[in-house]
C-alpha cells in the first residue's frame, strides 16, 4: 500500500494550460467554422425585421400619389371650382399635390388611391399639419435611444447577449402589431416610439453575438456580412408594400410576423457569447460553448485548458465582469466614445435621411427603394474585402466623404428633374447611399474593435443611440425636401463630409486584438508604445 501510494505521489500532475478566448479559438477551435458560420446566419435574421420596422415608413408615411377633383352632382362641394382652380396646377402631380390641396374647399377633392394608402392621407397631415408627418418616424428614432441604453446594460450585466435577443424580438413583434391599431397621429407617434425602443435590442446582439465567435481576422467580414441581412429586409419591403398600398395598416400586420417566428424557431439554436460568459465568472459554460464549437470542426480542446478570467487575473478587483470600469471614467476610452458618437450622428442623419428622402426624388417610389437596396449589395460586399486589407480609420472616413459629395452633385440635377425622371440624379443618390451605407457597416465594426468585452455592448450601444439621434432628425428635413430638394441635399451633404473627418482622430484597430477589460487594454497599450518607443531608439 505504502509503494502505491508513494507510485501515486511521484506522478506529476497535468499542469493548466492558460489561454484567453482569442487564443483558444486561433489555436483548437478554428477562426471560422461551419459551427461560428451558423450562427452568424442564425443571429442575422433578426437583421431582416429590424430593417423592415426601421424602413417601413417610406411608404406607410409617405406623401400620396396626388389627389383629384371629385366629380359630384352636389354643389356645395365646389368640384367645379376645384377644376377651374388647378387646371394650371397638374392636380395629379405629387410634388405639388399637398401645397395645391390648401386652398380648396373640404370635400372638392379626394386622394388618389383612397384615404387609407398612408397615414398622411389618413390624417390629413398636409397644409399647416405637415410637419406632424414627420413626428412618427423622429420618435421612432429617439425611442432606439432609450432602448439602446437598456439594451446595452442588459446584454453585458444582466442578461447576457441571447437572453437580450430574445427580448427584444418579442417585443418588437408585439409593438409592430398593435401599431397597425392606431386611431390617430398621438396614438400612432406614441407606439412608433415604443417599436423603436424594442427593436433597438436587435442590431446590438446580432452584432456582438456574430464577432465574438471568430477569430481576429474574420471579424470585419463577418460583421459586414450580417449587414446581407439587413439589406434583405430593406428589398423585402417594397414588395410587400405593393400588395398593400392601398391599407398601410396590413403593411404593419404583415412585417409584426417574421419577429416571432424566429423567436420561436430560431434563437433557441443561438449560442452564448463565451466571451461574456467569461467575463461574467461562468468558466465551465465558456469553456461547454467552445468545446461544442470545436467538435463542429471536427477538433477538440485539451482537457487541461483554463480559461483566464481577465476580470480576475488583469483588475485584481475580485469583482466579476469588472464591474468598478467604466468608459466614462477611462480618459482614453471617453475620448473614443465621443469622437465615435459624433461620427455615428453624422452617419445615422445621411445614411437613413437618404433612404427616407426617397420620395422627394422625381421617380417611382418602390422602383427607388428597390434601386437603393439593392446598392447595399454592393456596398457589403466592398466594405467586406476592403476591411480585409484597408485601414478601419481610412475606409470610414473616405465612404462618409463620399457621401457627402454625392449629396451635392444630387444638388445640380434636382432643378433639372423637377418635372422629369431624371436617371443621373437617382444614378448619383444611389452611388452616395451605397457609400453611406458601407460607412454605416464598418462603423459597428470599428466600435467593436475599439473597445473590450466587458464595455463592448455598452460602447455598441452608444454608438447607436448615436446613430439613431442623427436618424431622428432626418425625418424633419426630408419633410423640408418636400418643399426645396436642393436644400435638403445640401444638409446630408455637408454633414457627411464633417463626420468623415471626424474619424481621423480614432485608433487603428486592423488585426488588433480584442481585449477583455478596460484596464487590461490600457496595460496592452502602454507595453505596445514603449515598445514602439524602444524600436526607434
Not at 444638388?411 to 422629369?420: G, M
Amino acid at each position: 500500500m505504502d509503494n502505491e501510494e508513494e507510485k501515486k505521489t511521484e506522478i506529476p500532475h497535468e499542469e493548466k494550460m492558460e489561454l484567453n478566448v482569442d487564443e483558444v479559438i486561433e489555436r483548437y477551435v478554428g477562426s471560422f467554422g461551419l459551427p461560428q458560420l451558423l450562427q452568424v446566419v442564425l443571429v442575422s435574421f433578426a437583421w431582416v425585421f429590424d430593417s423592415q420596422n426601421t424602413l417601413v415608413t417610406i411608404f406607410t408615411d409617405a406623401q400620396p400619389f396626388g389627389w383629384r377633383c371629385k366629380t359630384s352632382a352636389d354643389p356645395s362641394l365646389s368640384s367645379s371650382w376645384c377644376m377651374n382652380t388647378t387646371a394650371s396646377g397638374g392636380g395629379g402631380n405629387k410634388g405639388q399635390s399637398a401645397g395645391h390641396v390648401c386652398g380648396l374647399a373640404a370635400g372638392s377633392w379626394e386622394w388618389i388611391g383612397g384615404n387609407s394608402a398612408t397615414t398622411i392621407a389618413e390624417w390629413d397631415l398636409i397644409c399647416h399639419r405637415k410637419f406632424l408627418a414627420a413626428i412618427p418616424t423622429s420618435l421612432f428614432f429617439i425611442g432606439s435611444i432609450f432602448g439602446c441604453a437598456l439594451y446595452g446594460r442588459l446584454a453585458d450585466a444582466w442578461l447576457g447577449r441571447k437572453k437580450t435577443l430574445l427580448l427584444a424580438c418579442i417585443l418588437t413583434s408585439t409593438t409592430t402589431f398593435l401599431t397597425s391599431f392606431s386611431p390617430n397621429i398621438w396614438v400612432y407617434s406614441l407606439l412608433r416610439f415604443a417599436n423603436g425602443f424594442a427593436r433597438s435590442g436587435n442590431g446590438i446582439c446580432c452584432l456582438v453575438l456574430s464577432t465574438e465567435v471568430v477569430g481576429r481576422k474574420w471579424r470585419g467580414q463577418v460583421g459586414q456580412y450580417g449587414f446581407f441581412f439587413f439589406t434583405a429586409g430593406f428589398l423585402s419591403l417594397p414588395f410587400i408594400a405593393y400588395p398593400t398600398r392601398t391599407q398601410w395598416r396590413y403593411l404593419y400586420r404583415i412585417i409584426s410576423l417574421p419577429p416571432l417566428v424566429y423567436t420561436l424557431l430560431l434563437v433557441p439554436l443561438v449560442s452564448e457569447s463565451p466571451r461574456w460568459l467569461l467575463v461574467r465568472g461562468k468558466n465551465k459554460e465558456a469553456l461547454e460553448v467552445l468545446q461544442k464549437f470545436a467538435g463542429w470542426n471536427r477538433k477538440n480542446l485539451p482537457d487541461n485548458i483554463q480559461l483566464i478570467n481577465p476580470s480576475q487575473a488583469t483588475t485584481g478587483t475580485g469583482n466579476v465582469g469588472g464591474k468598478n470600469e467604466n468608459i466614462w471614467t477611462t480618459r482614453w476610452a471617453a475620448k473614443r466614445m465621443i469622437t465615435m458618437m459624433l461620427f455615428g450622428f453624422g452617419v445615422g442623419f445621411v445614411y437613413y435621411g437618404i433612404q427616407l428622402n426617397a420620395e422627394n426624388l422625381n421617380f417611382n417610389l418602390y422602383l427607388t427603394v428597390i434601386i437603393n437596396a439593392a446598392m447595399e449589395i454592393p456596398a457589403v460586399f466592398i466594405g467586406g474585402v476592403l476591411l480585409g486589407f484597408t485601414n478601419r480609420r481610412l475606409l470610414s472616413s473616405l465612404s462618409a466623404i463620399s457621401a457627402g459629395i454625392s449629396c451635392l452633385l444630387c444638388i445640380i440635377f434636382s432643378a433639372a428633374s423637377s418635372t422629369t425622371s431624371s436617371w443621373p440624379q437617382l444614378t448619383i443618390e444611389a452611388i452616395g447611399f451605397m457609400a453611406a451605407s458601407i460607412a454605416f457597416n464598418v462603423s459597428y465594426i470599428y466600435c467593436v474593435e475599439l473597445f473590450p468585452t466587458n464595455v463592448r455592448n455598452f460602447a455598441v450601444s452608444m454608438l447607436r443611440q448615436s446613430l439613431m439621434l442623427g436618424a431622428s432628425l432626418s425625418p424633419l428635413l426630408v419633410v423640408v425636401g418636400r418643399l426645396s430638394p436642393s436644400l435638403s441635399l445640401a444638409v446630408f451633404g455637408a454633414l457627411a463630409i464633417v463626420s468623415g473627418t471626424l474619424s481621423v482622430w480614432l485608433p487603428e484597430t486592423k488585426n488588433a486584438p480584442l481585449y477583455e477589460t478596460l484596464k487590461q487594454q490600457e496595460e496592452e497599450g502602454v507595453k505596445r508604445r514603449r515598445l514602439m518607443q524602444n524600436t526607434v531608439v
